[in-house]
């Protein structure tokens, strides 16, 4: 690992880290050499086999079972974080909750709810709890994963493109604000790139967004954990403010 790019002596939070997207994150930051803290709200058991997995890869971390939308929990994370790991220096904030596509006749105001709660409420719960370690040592990381989805418009899914585009926005006002601290806020934006939960979607549906992509081959989680471990590193210091599209070209400026 390049000095430029180590995380040693580094402690990350990755929200909803045990599956998915999350947990190539995870497993990217502890291969830089970062202390990980993994977070899950549900499925114990999947949550712990993962962990072991990122354990038996020789990582330093700790698995930790908090709701990043509640007040109380965001405390507790933040007091267990710092008491097994040292203070957070940066987090990728990756949480979601279920995303169907559903014309707007179909949504509640409840569901629109819940979108605004994961993307913008968590990013603002837990960049209060991190802040003063952050600003204290005039360092820190906020990553956002936010989507292709904003840019690219997709129907029928406005509570997750709304919230989507507020999340991105947050980032830009972070970003000029928290500057001066030498905190950088930047979002990252992958496009689709198949997990555990795209297994049972549909062929045509893979095949057809397949098609639209420019290097013609599938996106992996590792090169979301690439990017990532990119924004989170010193070689990225002086980057702020942006999104950055990991999607094989799908969305061009």
């Known amino acids: 690992m390049s000095a430029s ?4 002596d580094r402690t990350f939070l990755v929200t909803g880290s045990t599956t998915g997207l999350g947990k190539s994150m995870a497993l990217a930051l502890g291969a830089a050499g970062a202390r990980v803290a993994m977070n899950y709200q549900n499925n114990t058991e999947r949550a712990e ?3 072991g997995d990122f354990q038996a890869a020789g990582y330093d971390g700790a698995l930790f079972r908090a709701s990043v939308i509640d007040p109380d929990d965001v405390t507790r994370l933040n007091d267990e974080i710092t008491d097994k790991l ?13 995303q169907p596509l559903k014309p707007i006749e179909e949504y509640d105001w409840d569901f629109y709810q819940s979108m605004i709660d994961f993307f913008i409420k ?13 600003r204290e040592q005039k360092w820190g990381r906020i990553i956002n994963i936010a989507s292709e989805v904003y840019t ?7 509570a997750y493109v709304a919230a989507k585009g507020g999340q991105l926005g947050w980032t830009r006002s972070m970003a000029n604000e928290l500057a001066p601290d030498g905190i950088t806020v930047n979002a990252i934006s992958p496009g689709w790139i198949p997990v555990e939960r795209h297994e049972h979607d549909p062929e045509e549906d893979k095949q ?3 098609d639209i992509i420019p290097m013609k081959r599938w996106g992996l989680p590792s090169d979301l954990g690439g990017a990532t471990v990119f924004l989170a590193s010193d070689s990225s210091s002086f980057i702020t403010g942006q ?7 799908v969305c061009l400026p």
């Open 86 to 98: 040292g203070p957070v220096d940066g987090v990728v904030f990756n949480a979601t909750p279920a």
């Open 208 to 210: 057809a967004y397949l």
């Open 152 to 158: 690219r418009g997709v129907a029928p899914f406005s």
């Open 122 to 134: 968590s990013p603002y719960l837990l960049t209060r709890a991190f802040l003063p370690h952050m």
């Open 5 to 8: 790019f180590s995380l040693k």
């Open 49 to 51: 086999a993962v962990y």
């Open 243 to 249: 999104n950055i599209h990991v999607n094989g070209g």
